[in-house]
Structures are given as structure tokens and as C-alpha cells.
């Protein structure tokens, strides 16, 4: 019984084996035979796990050699003049190469079939290339259960060689794509997105609200860079042909230190680069006016520049506030500046400026022994803030203002700072048309006919490093209205906890992120990536025969995973980053923008520049001569008048 | 072997007779507007429209030039493919479309009119024909509008124009007024020279590559070219010429 039992194991085994031998015979004669499809299947395939390629690249390659397939059956039917039996030609091909191999003439019998070899074997490499992929992503694949892993972390090393050298290539990373898009780098992964070789960011995205979170030393001045070079750039060439508004970016650095002021100078040479004219470095080289706010908004600022107490505080916040309003809101005008300003903090000022109106004199009677203290507050206000919201200036004087806050050093400073600045553009941003309204230094309101208007300008604010001024500045409230007034928010932070000092605070900024997220490496990504939403995956007990062939047998349970893998971003190298937007994502390997040589040493650059053209539609670029001059007497003595 | 003493035939005594300057001009202008008209070859050579039927038929001769009467007026005269290679231009071969005679005729008349002036001797000034920046450009960038000319006077011209460089447009039939404009804004906001990589082409913070366009507009034309002009606003209109075309740019029509 058991000798015949054994006999039968015996048998068994060996017909398998017999059956196993006669496929791989009969697959290996049909890879012979069809010696050149299977070298480029072959190479197909390498290349493809060589570069981390997804299937439908190979795919792609021989839908794009079928044009050379047509010509070769037409070329074929036009020497033969036997048009129906132009099918067989491929097999016609296949002989003939192999009469002609068999004769010696390899060479020639190799070019006669690789039009249809070359299509033939791309689609064998993508057909096996898809199922490699397919199987390991349905965890059924390899030669292992760690396998699929292995298989994911290998393909990733490839990806990003790919994409380094893609960066690496002269050329193949151009700061704008064809139709305008800014290319942030090349691609190296995509979920829920097209798999690109280039990332491109429409030029749209960056007019919406975009939020960047890495850590030091991941590359995000890099990545900040490239995206701002590309916003200039794009927005001058729109600005040119007529279908877009005057650019303005405005840079708030809230680190401070020498370190900003180094990435100052690069981002003025790069931008110089992209087609900015005049990059203002505040409150370094140059300087803006607090005091043309409209008295209404002046006052709301100063106030709010004085961090207030609670409780009992309150009744001296409101004192505050009456004796704001009574020195911005005197009769004579606005304050010109900050000296103007605490000159009137003076009860016999604000008595004399008042002496019409019983009602304000009474409230700076009422006031009266506080005056000094307020005062006191805010001469320690403006001379801990400086002289750069003082004037004169404007942000119509120059295309990129790079504001400096010490933001590290002095965080109540830079609190401030920030605060007054977002003001100031916000103004700027909503100025009404016609000529803007300013004050002239004696006090009096005057028409300021050097001002343009800007309604239709496209006006992005990069905060960068915005943990330093998020405990004051509430750039939320600055993203619900920004669309009208065509303002974008760009917010970096080194970490989510940066982005804003509580939950509620950081999920409306990242909900109102409509231009997309931005990860670089860092320690905490998931709330993000709990943002970027997930996907449908299916976990099986189904087995794979083969050939996407399943088992009816098991069963099988849809659940969702992140499209974002949280570990993936915490693991990102130096120089990449993920792109979140709509459900997907895009892992870039982010190309560096490289920089002009510095300026040589001269005359420090003097700001105001002259005025900016008004942002019409068909304005000359910057750099464009004015009117030229007359060639009128050549024109009428050649073509007449 | 011919006999001593025995006449040539004509053909053959022309393809031996040595080329003047005054021919190699002839056959450069030629070749770089494509094609021109016997009584324009006649202006170009300073001779009589006889003497230039005549150079046309020595050209012709040598292989360099085929003339005919293509349509309305006098015969055109073009190079062949030889007379290409002969003056060293790598044009693409092709005699005067029929479709672009008159196109082809009212800016040889602007070339020549231009030519004529004193100011345009003096200051040494060049002219780019289309046909030469069609060849820079080559077929990759066959979607960006060419102008029909360009007039570049040298920066040391004692002119107030020195260093500038025009845009010339022939105008016989009215466009749209919105291709117009775009046309008229493509050619002043351009920063670089035809056939330069595609970043270049428009850099904002780069000069412009014409200082000025100069429309030479038929009556029919004119119109719309004012129109486009108007709508371009003030900072660009002010760089946008617009005149009449010169006498005899017109086709001369049968009765």
C-alpha cells in the first residue's frame, strides 16, 4: 500500500515536472523565435524597473511606434501591390529575418522586422511590466511575504535616481512650462495624479492660497524659491501679452538674523533673473509709510499693534482707543509719521486740536490723566519697531519687497511688524480706483497723483518661517478676504504646530490651502496628510493564478488608505517634497533655481524707484522703452503723411 | 567642337559671361523677397526695365533664376535652387506663390521706397527680409507671426533712431481688428531675435526686439489698423507707425 503510494507520488511529481519542462521549452523556443520582439521586451522591462517607470510609459512608447508600423505595411503593400494581404506582412517580416540570419546577414535581417519588433516587444515589456506591478501591489508577487515592501522601497530608490537625474539634465527642468504652468521639479512618484516627468503647478494654484511645511535643512528656501521665481516670471509674461495684472510678491521673512539677510540677496538675484526689475529689502534698504492708511484703518492699526489685556485691562484698552482716535482723527489730519503722532499725544494738543467739537473735548478731558501713559506705550512701540514703517515709501516702488522681522530675536518686534505690514498691503491691495489718498507731511490730506492703482494686481504675500508672528497675526482672517481683493497667501512653517497657536486656527489655514500643500520633511505630517484624503484599496484572500486570473474561492474587503503615506514624508531626502492638492499627490524632486552672481559692490540701490506704470491691459513689460522717438520726417518723405 | 570664328549660341556665350556686382545684388534681392517683378529688378539694378529683362535672361541662363509671367503686370523673376546655392543662402526653394503676388510686390515697393531715402543711405540701415527670418526660425517655431521685414539702423547712425530695429508690416487686405492687435502686440513685446530658444523669446525684464512696428496699410486696410492700434493703448500705440503704401506697391490688375 505504501510502496504504490509512493510509486503514485513518485509519478505525480514527475509529470508535474514534465509539465513544468515542456512550458519552459515551449516558452523559451516562442522567445527564441520571436528573438528580436523579446530582446526589446526584455530591455523594456529592465529599463523600465531600472527607472521606476509606471506601465503605462511602455504602453505609451508603442502607441507612439504604430505611426512607423503604418508606414512599414504601407511601404510593404505599395512594393508588392497586394493590399489585402497586407496583415500578413509582419509574418512575412519574420521569415524573411530569419532566411536572411540563417545566411549570415543578421544585420539586415534584424532591420527589415524592427518595425514591427520594436512595437511588438515594447507592448510584451508592458504587459509584463504591468503584471510585476499589479502583482506586488496586490501583495501576491515575489518570491517572499516582505517582497511587495522590498519591491515599493526599491522602486522608490529608482524613482528618485530617475528624477536626480532628470533635475540634473540641462534643459529638461525649464522654470516654466509651455503654457505658462511654473515646473517645481521632476517628478518622482505620483498618487491620484498624472504621472508627469515634470511636476507643473498651473499658474492659478500659486494665485490661490498654498501652505509649505518642512524643517530646517529640507530645502524649503529652495522649494520657496523656485516657486516664487516661477510666479514672477509667469506673472510678467501675463502681464506682457495683456491677460493678467502687474505682479507684486511680497516676501515676509519672520526669521530674521543674518541668515535672511543672506537668502535676501539670493532671492534678489534670482528674481532679477525671472524678470523682477526692483527686489526692496525693508527695513534694510528700504522703508514704507504706516501713515497712508485712511485715518479709519490707521487708528484699528495703532491700536491693535499694542497688545491689550483682558479683564480689568480693558477699561485702559478703551481709553486707549479714545485717545487714538482723537489724535488720528483731529481735524487738521492724520499723523504724518510717528513723531507727528506722539507729538499729539498731548492734552493740550488734543484740547487746542479739539476746541470745536464739545463732545471730543470732553473725552480728552475725560482722558486727560492717561494721555502720558499712552503715549509712554507707544514711544516704546516706535522705537523698538524702527524706522522702516515710517516712509516714505510704497509698495508700488519696487516689484519684490523682502521684509526682514526679527522674528527670533525680538518675537513681539516681529509680531508687530507682521501685523502692520499685512495691514499696509491689504490697503494696498483694496486701494479704490482713481487717485490714491495720502497725506502730505504737514498733515493736511492731498491727492497724491504719483500713486497708481492696482486694483487688478496680482499680489502674492509668502509668509515664510510663520511660527515667529502666528501667535498675533491671524492670516486666516487674511485668507478669507484675499481672493477679492486678489491677494494669494503663501504660509511656510517649519511644522504644523508652526502653521498657527491652536487647532482650530491651523485647520482654517489648511482649509483654505485651495492652491495646494506643500510637505517637505517633517516629524509630523499626518494631520496633513489626514487632509489629503484617502483612497479605496482591496484587501483579498483571493489568490492569483496568474495573468490577473483569480480564485472564486475567499473573500475579499474594500478599505481606504491615505493617499499621502505619512512615512514617505518623513523620510524624504533634501531638495523633495510632496505636493498635495485634490486628493493626490505629486513627490517632487524639487530643482534648484540658480542664482545670478551677486551685484558688485557701488552705490547702495536707492529706493523710491519712479512710480510703476498703471496695470493695464497691454502695458510694456518692464525694460520697455518709453514713447520712441519721432522718425516722422523719414515716414513722410518715404510713405507720405 | 565648334569651328574657330563659328558664333556661340546665345545661351551659352551668357552662362560664361562673368556676374558684375551690380548681378549678385540683384540675385540677393532676389532670393531674399523671394521673388520680384521685372520692372521692381529694373529699380533695383538702376537700369532700364529692358536692360533687367535682359539680366534676368542672363541669370536665367546660368541656371540661377527662372522668370514668368505669373500673373497680372510684368513677368516675375526668382532663383532656382542653384542660384540659392550660388549665393551661399539656404532658403527653402519655392517660386512666388500665386496667392502672395501682391503681398510679395507691395513689400518689395516698401523695401525700395525705403531704400530710395537719403536718410536710409546714410545711416547704413539693413533690411531683414521675411524669407531670411523664416529660415532662422526653421520649422519649429512655424506658429509665431513673422513680419514681413525688419530695418535695423546701426547705433552709429547720426539718426534719433540709432540702434533701433522696425518691424515692417504690409497691410493690402483688412484683418481682424483682435488679430490685429495681437499681431501688433506679439511683434513689440518680443525680446528675442527670431530663432532664439523659446525663453528668451519673451523675457520681461529684457528690451524689446523692434522699437516700433510701421504699418504700411492700403486703403482698405488702414481702418482696421487704426482701430487695433487704439485698442493697444497708449504705451504701446505710441510705438506703431502707420502710413500709406508707397506708389506701385499695388499689382497692376488687367482692365
Known amino acids: 500500500m505504501i510502496g504504490s503510494y509512493l510509486t503514485w507520488l513518485a509519478l505525480r511529481a514527475a509529470g508535474r515536472a514534465l509539465r513544468t519542462a515542456a512550458k519552459v521549452t515551449a516558452a523559451a523556443a516562442a522567445a527564441v523565435a520571436a528573438a528580436p520582439a523579446t530582446i526589446v521586451a526584455v530591455y523594456a522591462y529592465v529599463l523600465a524597473w531600472l527607472l521606476g517607470w509606471p506601465p503605462r510609459r511602455l504602453r505609451r512608447a508603442a502607441a507612439w511606434c504604430l505611426p512607423m508600423v503604418a508606414v512599414f505595411l504601407a511601404a510593404q503593400a505599395l512594393r508588392t501591390r497586394r493590399w489585402g494581404d497586407t496583415w500578413r506582412e509582419p509574418f512575412g517580416s519574420w521569415r524573411q529575418m530569419w532566411r536572411l540570419a540563417a545566411s549570415g546577414s543578421i544585420g539586415a535581417g534584424l532591420a527589415g522586422v524592427a518595425p514591427v519588433a520594436i512595437p511588438a516587444g515594447l507592448l510584451i515589456g508592458w504587459l509584463a511590466w504591468s503584471y510585476r506591478v499589479f502583482a506586488m501591489e496586490t501583495g501576491t508577487g515575489g518570491l517572499t511575504a516582505s517582497s511587495p515592501i522590498t519591491f515599493d522601497l526599491r522602486q522608490w530608490r529608482h524613482q528618485v535616481r530617475t528624477a536626480r537625474a532628470r533635475i540634473a539634465a540641462p534643459g529638461a527642468v525649464p522654470l516654466l512650462g509651455r503654457r505658462g504652468d511654473i515646473v517645481a521639479g521632476a517628478v518622482i512618484r505620483a498618487v491620484q495624479h498624472p504621472m508627469r516627468d515634470v511636476a507643473r503647478v498651473p499658474y492659478q494654484r500659486l494665485r490661490s492660497h498654498q501652505v509649505v511645511i518642512g524643517t530646517t535643512g529640507t530645502g524649503k528656501t529652495t522649494l520657496l524659491l523656485r516657486l516664487w521665481a516661477g510666479f514672477v516670471a509667469a506673472a510678467w509674461q501675463r502681464f506682457a501679452a495683456g491677460s493678467g495684472g502687474r505682479p507684486l510678491l511680497v516676501v515676509l521673512d519672520c526669521k530674521g538674523g543674518a541668515d535672511s539677510r543672506r537668502v535676501a540677496d539670493r532671492v534678489r538675484r534670482v528674481l532679477r533673473a525671472a524678470g523682477a526689475q526692483a527686489t526692496a529689502i525693508w527695513p534694510d534698504e528700504a522703508s514704507l509709510s504706516l501713515w497712508q492708511l485712511p485715518p479709519d484703518q490707521l487708528t484699528t492699526t495703532l491700536l491693535a499693534l499694542i497688545e491689550q489685556g483682558t479683564g480689568a485691562a480693558a477699561y485702559y484698552a478703551d481709553i486707549m482707543e479714545a485717545v487714538v482716535s482723537l489724535a488720528v482723527l483731529a481735524p487738521c489730519?492724520?499723523?504724518?509719521?510717528?513723531?507727528?503722532?506722539?507729538?499729539?499725544?498731548?492734552?493740550?494738543?488734543?484740547?487746542?486740536?479739539?476746541?470745536?467739537?464739545?463732545?471730543?473735548?470732553?473725552?480728552?478731558?475725560?482722558?486727560?490723566?492717561?494721555?502720558?501713559?499712552?503715549?509712554?506705550?507707544?514711544?516704546?512701540?516706535?522705537?523698538?519697531?524702527?524706522?522702516?514703517?515710517?516712509?516714505?515709501?510704497?509698495?508700488?516702488?519696487?516689484?519684490?519687497w523682502y521684509c526682514i522681522l526679527e522674528g527670533t530675536a525680538e518675537t513681539a518686534v516681529a509680531e508687530a511688524q507682521a501685523m502692520a505690514l499685512v495691514e499696509l498691503l491689504a490697503w494696498h491691495a483694496a486701494r479704490p480706483g482713481g487717485h490714491a489718498r495720502g497725506h502730505g507731511t504737514d498733515g493736511t490730506v492731498r491727492q497724491d497723483t504719483t500713486s497708481t492703482v492696482r486694483q487688478d494686481a496680482e499680489i502674492l504675500l509668502a509668509v515664510d518661517e510663520f511660527s515667529a508672528v502666528s501667535r498675533r497675526v491671524s492670516i486666516w482672517k487674511l485668507y478669507e478676504r484675499a481672493r477679492s481683493l486678489g491677494l494669494a497667501v503663501q504660509v511656510s512653517a517649519q511644522s504644523w504646530q508652526g502653521l498657527a497657536p491652536t487647532e482650530d486656527d491651523r485647520y482654517r489655514i489648511a482649509g483654505t490651502a485651495d492652491g495646494g500643500f506643500w510637505l517637505l520633511r517633517t516629524p509630523y505630517p499626518e494631520p496633513v496628510c489626514d487632509l489629503a484624503g484617502s483612497?479605496?484599496?482591496?484587501?483579498?484572500?483571493?489568490?492569483?493564478?496568474?495573468?490577473?486570473?483569480?480564485?472564486?474561492?475567499?473573500?475579499?474587503?474594500?478599505?481606504?488608505?491615505?493617499?499621502?503615506?505619512?512615512?514617505?514624508?518623513?523620510?524624504?531626502?533634501?531638495?523633495?517634497?510632496?505636493?498635495?492638492?485634490?486628493?493626490?499627490?505629486?513627490?517632487?524632486?524639487?530643482?534648484?533655481?540658480?542664482?545670478?552672481?551677486?551685484?558688485?559692490?557701488?552705490?547702495?540701490?536707492?529706493?523710491?524707484?519712479?512710480?510703476?506704470?498703471?496695470?493695464?491691459?497691454?502695458?510694456?513689460?518692464?525694460?520697455?522703452?518709453?514713447?520712441?522717438?519721432?522718425?516722422?520726417?523719414?515716414?513722410?518723405?518715404?510713405?507720405g503723411p | 567642337m565648334s569651328a574657330p570664328g563659328a558664333r556661340r549660341p546665345p545661351a551659352a556665350a551668357a552662362s560664361t559671361t562673368t556676374l558684375t556686382r551690380r548681378?549678385?545684388?540683384?540675385?540677393?534681392f532676389t532670393?531674399?523677397?523671394?521673388?520680384?517683378?521685372?520692372?521692381?529688378?529694373?529699380?533695383?539694378?538702376?537700369?532700364?526695365?529692358?536692360?533687367?529683362?535682359?539680366?534676368?535672361?542672363?541669370?536665367?541662363?546660368?541656371?540661377?533664376?527662372?522668370?514668368?509671367?505669373?500673373?497680372?503686370?510684368?513677368?516675375?523673376?526668382?532663383?532656382?535652387?542653384?542660384g540659392l546655392t550660388a549665393c551661399g543662402l539656404h532658403y527653402t526653394f519655392a517660386p512666388p506663390a500665386l496667392s502672395r503676388l501682391a503681398h510679395l510686390r507691395a513689400v518689395v515697393a516698401i523695401r525700395l521706397a525705403l531704400q530710395a531715402s537719403d536718410t536710409y543711405l546714410t545711416a547704413a540701415a539693413h533690411w531683414r527680409s521675411e524669407r531670411e527670418l523664416r529660415a532662422r526660425i526653421g520649422k519649429v517655431g512655424a506658429r509665431e507671426h513673422i513680419p514681413d521685414g525688419e530695418v535695423a539702423w546701426p547705433d552709429t547712425a547720426n539718426v534719433p533712431y540709432a540702434g533701433e530695429c522696425w518691424a515692417i508690416e504690409a497691410e493690402l487686405t483688412a484683418k481682424t481688428a483682435s488679430r490685429t492687435v495681437s499681431i501688433m502686440r506679439e511683434l513689440l513685446t518680443r525680446t528675442g531675435d527670431y530663432g532664439c530658444p523659446a525663453a528668451e523669446r519673451l523675457r520681461p525684464s529684457a528690451p524689446p526686439l523692434h522699437a516700433r512696428a510701421l504699418y504700411l496699410c492700403s486703403s482698405a486696410a488702414r481702418p482696421t489698423v487704426l482701430r487695433a492700434r487704439d485698442a493697444l493703448g497708449p504705451a504701446l500705440g505710441a510705438r506703431i507707425e502707420v502710413r500709406g503704401l508707397p506708389p506701385g506697391a499695388h499689382l497692376e490688375m488687367p482692365p
Open chain 1, 333 to 400: 489730519g492724520p499723523p504724518a509719521d510717528s513723531a507727528a503722532f506722539l507729538s499729539r499725544l498731548d492734552g493740550g494738543w488734543l484740547a487746542t486740536a479739539h476746541a470745536a467739537d464739545p463732545v471730543a473735548l470732553e473725552a480728552v478731558r475725560s482722558s486727560a490723566r492717561q494721555i502720558a501713559d499712552v503715549a509712554l506705550r507707544y514711544r516704546a512701540l516706535f522705537r523698538r519697531l524702527g524706522t522702516g514703517l515710517d516712509g516714505p515709501g510704497s509698495f508700488d516702488d519696487a516689484d519684490v
Open chain 2, 23 to 28: 548681378d549678385i545684388a540683384g540675385l540677393v
Open chain 1, 535 to 639: 483612497r479605496r484599496m482591496v484587501d483579498t484572500t483571493r489568490r492569483l493564478l496568474g495573468w490577473w486570473l483569480w480564485r472564486s474561492d475567499g473573500y475579499s474587503r474594500a478599505h481606504y488608505t491615505r493617499v499621502v503615506d505619512a512615512d514617505i514624508v518623513r523620510s524624504l531626502d533634501v531638495g523633495q517634497a510632496a505636493y498635495i492638492y485634490r486628493g493626490g499627490v505629486s513627490y517632487v524632486q524639487v530643482k534648484r533655481v540658480v542664482a545670478g552672481p551677486p551685484a558688485l559692490p557701488g552705490p547702495a540701490h536707492v529706493l523710491p524707484r519712479p512710480p510703476a506704470a498703471p496695470a493695464q491691459p497691454g502695458a510694456p513689460p518692464p525694460g520697455a522703452p518709453g514713447p520712441p522717438p519721432d522718425a516722422g520726417p523719414l515716414l513722410d518723405e518715404v510713405f
Open chain 2, 31 to 82: 532670393a531674399e523677397m523671394y521673388g520680384v517683378q521685372l520692372d521692381q529688378l529694373a529699380t533695383v539694378l538702376s537700369v532700364s526695365e529692358q536692360s533687367a529683362r535682359a539680366a534676368a535672361a542672363r541669370w536665367r541662363a546660368r541656371g540661377y533664376a527662372d522668370t514668368a509671367r505669373l500673373g497680372p503686370g510684368g513677368p516675375w523673376c526668382w532663383l532656382t535652387r542653384a
